[in-house]
């Protein structure tokens, strides 16, 4: 097999362009005035250091994947997380960008809504934008289950053959869809915070963050439909309600096998702690080493229940047992994106970062001013956490309530 | 029991950062770690091994140098290594990625269950984990957080959601994507370091595995990068100061109609 990329050195200017735009460090350049070279066990193709090459000096191999009915394929397709027949508001938020593609490409805009006597939810994804709501209402999909659910979707798509498809990216959804995209031979990109339509190509333009959020990168699934994407919750803005608006409703039927599972769920514990869970939340009050001991979350708590905001944690403060796992922001916990994001006594270390800097505003709270957090923050203050804390409590307890009379 | 490992050396995130002249990223000297969250994985094979018996294989795909993360992982304790090594494989994204990974377990056979992290800490798409399931048309328990328990054909597993926690049951063979609360992952023994070393790792190539051609590498992959930058800067930031009452006075006023529109 030839390279499947290569350096063109009659188009070189050895600029070195290409070096610095890989993301692997797959390219290197022995001197100014020397042809670089790409080391083809780091190089993953990415096709960085094509974009990044004024002079057309880099040849890479296209997916030979021959194009073969797309055209077929029509319809934006959003899947609705619902638990215990509620639906989850990434769905809404799905919708309202949904409607957008769909506007964008003249398609119609369907809704995928599976559960047990769910019917009555129909109505609430039409207010927000659906076209379609596709139903399978079954006991057998009452709750969430990987394989009976990933078994009917895919039994949907192969019917209707829905242009592009979105779903959360929640624990549910990247499981699921990651399971509905194999069979399917579809392209799926996880976690996405930008969609848009290619105005030439019509294809979908899938924007993510990887290495933490130290780098972006936009994806497409050129040759393969339905394109497929998971999307961060609380990113995209939720559609908003219209009750006059008309859809239908088509209920679907699925054969008796495809709802037979072997995985089986056998009770379910909801989270203990009393404030709003992180993934949902609008306001995270998170804490860190700073607190210095566990009975100081107690402080967060009093603010985040004033605010009516979940309480995250760094891995420090998780590690030493001051909080939960389920609690934990960052690299090997969650990624958040609140409207607000208070870190209290956190440095801000890149792992945490990676979990939180795309939060709308982020206010830190630190004594020590050479924290990077302060980096990332909308509102730095640099001081004694436990006094102001209190004090900030004490303030939006009088603002909120001032504002609620 | 064979208890199949599905691990990824990954750069260490922390040396992954823009250069903030020319915005492009810096790498020199970017450690190579085997991916945070596989290291649960790893430990928790090897605490299934200690109560049922049976062999542990770590699993990789990528280049030659890829043999130092299945040797970190003999040196906790694991079997054998096996690396899926091929420049076919090259361009693969997650589709491709679990393809060819569901072609060597297949390849392993006698696998009870296959274990991933949850995430690879490069790119973030918990999506080859499944992928592997659904390759190899098993039934899947992500993001667990604990073995309740566990036999020869059985396992109940704690699944973390974003709400709470859901417990599963599954027959075996299974495959479990795993978080960071399952275990602390063990360090390696002296005994266990001198294994790694010694440790003779199978290679195995696309035309070992039986692969078709157009189902690996940059063909098998439907998704395909058209472009890589920097994340937009966030907007400068505005340090507040003063007394405590006054920051606290100064910040209230700046977010509250934040706070308020956050709450409805």
Redesign the interface.
């Known amino acids: 097999m030839s390279d499947p990329i290569r350096i063109l050195p009659e188009k070189c200017v050895f600029c070195g362009a290409c070096v610095r735009a890989c993301p692997f460090g797959a390219i290197t350049q022995a001197g100014k005035k020397t042809l670089p070279v790409i080391d083809l066990n780091k190089c993953t193709l990415c096709g960085a250091c094509v974009a990044a090459c004024k002079f057309d000096a880099i040849w890479m191999r296209e997916s030979e994947a021959a194009r073969t009915d797309l055209d077929r394929y029509q319809g934006v397709w959003v899947f609705a997380e619902q638990h215990d027949g509620h639906i989850h508001s990434v769905a809404f938020e799905l919708l309202g960008e949904g409607r957008k593609l769909a506007d964008a490409l003249g398609m119609p805009l369907g809704v995928v809504l599976l559960g047990h006597n769910v019917r009555d939810r129909a109505g609430e994804l039409i207010a927000r934008g659906a076209d379609r709501v596709y139903l399978v209402d079954r006991p057998e999909l009452a709750h969430y289950q990987d394989e009976a659910y990933a078994a009917v979707l895919i039994d949907l798509v192969r019917r209707h053959k829905p242009c592009i498809f979105l779903g959360g990216a929640t624990t549910i959804g990247r499981s699921l869809m990651s399971r509905v995209a194999v069979p399917l031979r579809a392209g799926l990109t996880a976690d996405c915070t930008g969609l848009a339509i290619d105005p030439q190509t019509k294809n979908l333009l899938q924007t993510r963050p990887a290495f933490g959020g130290n780098i972006m990168a936009t994806i497409i699934c050129p040759n393969a439909r339905p394109q497929m994407a998971t999307v961060r919750p609380k990113v995209m803005k939720e559609a908003a309600v219209d009750p006059a608006r008309h859809g239908e409703v088509l209920v679907e039927t699925v054969v008796e096998q495809l709802l037979t599972a072997r995985a089986r769920r056998l009770r379910f514990e909801p989270e203990k702690e009393t404030t709003v869970n992180i993934a949902d939340a609008n306001i995270i009050v998170s804490g860190g080493r700073g607190l210095q001991k566990p009975e100081n979350f107690a402080l967060l708590r009093e603010l985040a229940e004033v605010l009516g905001a979940g309480v995250g944690a760094s891995r420090a403060a998780v590690d030493a047992n001051w909080m939960p796992y389920s609690h934990q922001v960052g690299q090997t916990g969650k990624t958040v994106c609140p409207k607000l994001y208070f870190a209290i006594g956190i440095s801000g270390q890149i792992q945490h970062l990676a979990g939180m800097s795309s939060s709308d505003i982020i206010v830190a709270i630190n004594k020590d001013p050479d924290a990077p957090i302060f980096k990332v923050a909308t509102y730095g203050i640099i001081g004694d956490l436990f006094a102001i804390v209190p004090r900030l409590t004490e303030a939006f307890r009088k603002a909120l309530g001032a504002n609620k009379a | 029991m064979r208890y199949v490992v599905c691990i990824k050396q990954v750069?260490e995130?922390?040396d992954?950062?823009?250069n903030p002249e020319?915005h492009?990223?810096m790498?020199e000297g970017?450690a190579a770690i085997v991916n945070?969250?596989d290291m649960y994985a790893i430990e928790e094979a090897l605490r299934m091994k200690a109560r049922l018996g049976g062999t542990v294989t770590v699993l990789t795909m990528g280049?030659?140098?890829a043999e130092a993360a299945l040797r970190e992982a003999i040196a906790m304790g694991a079997d054998e290594g096996i690396l899926v090594s091929d420049?076919?494989f090259?361009?693969s994204?997650?589709?491709a990625t679990?393809?060819a990974l569901a072609a060597a377990i297949r390849k392993i056979s006698d696998y009870s269950i296959i274990l991933c992290g949850k995430q690879a800490?490069?790119?973030?798409?918990?999506?080859?984990?499944?992928?592997i399931?659904?390759?190899l048309n098993l039934?899947?328990?992500?993001?667990v957080?604990k073995i309740e328990a566990m036999d020869a054909q059985h396992i109940?597993a704690e699944?973390?959601?974003?709400?709470?926690?859901?417990?599963?049951?599954?027959?075996l063979p299974?495959v479990l994507t795993v978080?960071?609360?399952l275990n602390e992952p063990r360090l390696p023994s002296l005994k266990g370091k001198l294994a790694a070393k010694k440790a003779v790792l199978t290679h195995w190539k696309a035309s070992d595995l039986g692969c078709d051609p157009?189902d690996i590498?940059?063909?098998g992959?439907?998704?395909?990068?058209?472009?890589?930058?920097?994340?937009p800067p966030?907007?400068g930031?505005?340090?507040?100061?003063g007394e405590?009452?006054e920051?606290?006075?100064q910040?209230?006023e700046?977010?509250?109609d934040?706070?308020?529109?956050?709450?409805t």
Do not use: N
């Not at chain 2, 800490?121 to 992928?131: E, F, N, W």
């Not at chain 2, 998704?223 to 890589?228: A, D, G, M």
């Not at chain 2, 930031?237 to 100061?241: K, S």
């Open positions: 750069p995130t922390t992954v950062r823009i020319t492009t990223l790498r970017v945070p969250f280049p030659p140098q420049r076919a090259a361009g994204d997650t589709w679990s393809y800490s490069d790119g973030d798409t918990a999506q080859v984990g499944p992928g399931a659904a390759h039934p899947q328990i992500t993001y957080r109940v699944r973390l959601l974003e709400t709470g926690t859901e417990v599963i049951e599954s027959p299974c978080v960071k609360e157009k590498g940059l063909d992959s439907p998704t395909k990068v058209v472009r890589v930058f920097s994340p966030r907007p930031g505005e340090m507040l100061r405590p009452d920051v606290v006075t910040l209230v700046k977010i509250k934040a706070v308020l529109a956050a709450r």
